[in-house]
């Protein structure tokens, strides 16, 4: 594994746990609004 | 015998990008504002956070069926120029994180509809997404002429999941307008192959085209195109809407027939000259956004 591809290779893992992150969070947004919305 | 071992090359994890790419998101367009307009033409004021939520399980039910049509069509994708580019041909993932994917979106879809919005329209859902998956990509699409027909279903629900969702119920003008994208598929579709047809027949896609020949598909669209229009001008006389739709279905599904027959007394055989086939085929797109636009102002007001 040459230096440039292990750079790539964690930029990519960096990115993707990003957008993950992302989506999970919006998700427990998401799922609170539902829950208070059910209850109304 | 053992096989010799061959040292593997590390392989770079995909992008999130290709992920997205995976869910078709062009496609997803149409089927979010689909479904947007029949939730919103329903009878019912829905919740607007769980209106939100169906249209997003919509949405993301509609990314699942993409990532496994092109999960299961990955070899297909790579013989034609239009596709080849695609995440898993072009070797930026592998398919395995391309099935998972969208067998995550497609039971996480599903289940969140089922759980914040109600079970009916869960059920489209899920039906919508095995039948795209099950009987067009994998049933249909190799075998029969007739794949684009009966798969058209599938982009059909749409409407009757955004209206179920709503109402909890299925009624007329909800079927009504399934039936309307189910009848607009294939002139949708027959007029792009016509113009794309080579890159069909040389990955072995039985596109009417390919098998029944440039003409006969030609004909094919004109007739199609005439129930398509009963569909279309149907909710108007049966009172179901207005004279804001009405009006508007007539005056577009004038013109969509119009190009239809244009596309079908054409003898043109060039592809790149194939002026009426891509004309019905772009004002296709714009005729069904412009008639669902017009059904929900219609209803709006009439509420």
Known sequence: ?40 | MASPTVPMAPALPAEWRDFLALTKPRVMTLVVFTALCGLLAAPVRIHPILGFTAILCIAVGAGASGALNMWYEADLDARMKRTRGRPLPAGRMDRQSALHFGVALGVGSVLLMGLAVNLLAAAILAVSILFYVLVYTVWLKRRTPQNIVIGGAAGAFPPLIGWAAATGRIELLPVLLFLLIFLWTPPHFWALSLFVSTDYAAAGVPMLPVVAGIQATRRQVMLYTLPMAAAAIAPWPLGMTGAIYGIAASLLTAWFVLLAVRVGISRETDQKLMRPERALFKFSILYLFILFGALVVDRLVLA
């Not at chain 1, 594994?1 to 993950?20: C, G, L, N, S």
């Open chain 1, 1 to 40: 594994m040459t230096p440039e591809f292990e750079d790539e290779y964690r930029r990519r893992q960096r990115a993707r746990a990003k957008v993950t992150a992302w989506i999970l969070g919006a998700l427990v947004v998401l799922f609170f609004a539902i829950a208070i919305a059910r209850m109304g």
